[in-house]
C-alpha cells in the first residue's frame, strides 16, 4: 500500500518544475541587461530632437531600445510557461477535488430542497385554509354588523314615524311639517343603510391575511431562498399577444410584451424574478413556461 509520503511525492512528481540555476542564470542576465538604463535614461533626458536629422537618429535608437526591450521577456519566458502550467495542474486538481465534494453537496442539497417545497406547498394550502376561514369570518360579522345597524335605522324611522304621526293627530304638526320631517327620517334612513352597506364593503377590502411561516430550521451558513424561471414555448402566441394589443389600443401591455418580443431569455429571467409568481408570470406573458424551485 502506498504511504502517504509516496503519494505526496508521486504528484510533486507531475507538477512542472522550475530549474533553480537556470533561472538563477537567466535572472542574471536580465540584470545585466538593465545594466545600461541609467546611461540610457541620461542620453533620453538630453537628446535634442529640433531636425530631421535628429528625428531620424532618435528612431533608429529607439528601434534598439525597443529590440532590447524583448531580452527580459525571451530570458524569463520559458520560466513563466513552467509556471502556468504548474498553476494550471494545481486548478485543475482543485477543481476535481472540489467536484467531489460539490457532488455530494448536490444530492443533499436536492434532498433539502424537496423538504423545502413540500414544506412550503403545505404551508401555502395550511395559509390558503386558515385565511379563507378567516375571510368568511369576518365577513359574516361585517355582514351581521350591516344588518344590526341597518336594522336599527329602520327600526328608528319607524319609531320617528310614529311620533309625527301621533304629533300630526295631536295637531302639533300639520300635514306639511309632518311629510317634510317623515321625508327628513326617510332620507336619514337611507344614508344610515348606506354608510352600513359602505362599511361592510370597507371591512372585505382591508382584509388582512394571516401570515403562516413554514416549518423549516434555521441552518448556520445556509441563506434559505426560491428561484424563479422561465422559458419561451410559443413565441408565436407572443408576437400574437403583442400584434392584438398594438391593435387593440392596450399600448401599456404591448410595451410590456415588447420587451419580450426580441426572446431574451435573460430579461424573460429577470422579470420571473421581479415576478416571483410562476402562475401568474404565464398569464402575463403568453408563449412560456415558468416554474421556480426552492433553495437551501
Known amino acids: 500500500m502506498a504511504t502517504k509520503n509516496s503519494s505526496i511525492v508521486k504528484q510533486a512528481e507531475i507538477i512542472p518544475q522550475v530549474n533553480q540555476e537556470s533561472l538563477r542564470l537567466a535572472l542574471a542576465e536580465v540584470q545585466e541587461a538593465l545594466t545600461v538604463i541609467p546611461e540610457w535614461k541620461t542620453k533620453a533626458e538630453a537628446w535634442v530632437v529640433d531636425s530631421p536629422e535628429e528625428f531620424r537618429a532618435a528612431g533608429e535608437w ?23 502550467r504548474a498553476d494550471d495542474f494545481l486548478k485543475d486538481r482543485r477543481k476535481a477535488a472540489e467536484a467531489e465534494f460539490d457532488a455530494v453537496d448536490k444530492t443533499i442539497s436536492e434532498k433539502m430542497d424537496a423538504q423545502a417545497t413540500r414544506e412550503r406547498l403545505a404551508t401555502e394550502a395550511e395559509a390558503r385554509r386558515i385565511n379563507e376561514e378567516k375571510r368568511l369570518r369576518e365577513e359574516k360579522e361585517a355582514a351581521d354588523r350591516r344588518k344590526a345597524m341597518q336594522a336599527q335605522a329602520e327600526a328608528d324611522r319607524k319609531q320617528k314615524a310614529k311620533e309625527i304621526e301621533e304629533a300630526r293627530k295631536a295637531g302639533e304638526l300639520n300635514k ?61 402566441a407572443l408576437l400574437e399577444a403583442w400584434r392584438l394589443a398594438r391593435n387593440q389600443g392596450s399600448m401599456d401591455r404591448a410595451a410590456y410584451l415588447k420587451r419580450f418580443i426580441c426572446g431574451d431569455e435573460k430579461e424573460l429571467g429577470r422579470e420571473a ?24
Open 62 to 84: 529607439r528601434r534598439a531600445v525597443r529590440s532590447e526591450r524583448k531580452v527580459p521577456g525571451m530570458k524569463l519566458a520559458p520560466f513563466a510557461e513552467i509556471v502556468k
Open 176 to 236: 306639511r311639517a309632518a311629510e317634510k320631517l317623515l321625508k327628513e327620517a326617510y332620507e336619514r334612513a337611507k344614508r344610515d343603510n348606506e354608510a352600513a352597506a359602505k362599511e361592510e364593503a370597507t371591512a372585505k377590502e382591508n382584509f388582512k391575511p394571516v401570515e403562516v411561516k413554514p416549518n423549516l430550521p434555521t441552518i448556520a451558513g445556509s441563506r434559505r431562498h426560491r428561484n424563479y424561471y422561465a422559458e419561451f414555448t410559443d413565441f408565436p
Open 273 to 296: 424574478r421581479d415576478v416571483q409568481d410562476s402562475n401568474k408570470l404565464v398569464a402575463m406573458i403568453p408563449g412560456i413556461s415558468a416554474k421556480d424551485e426552492d433553495k437551501t
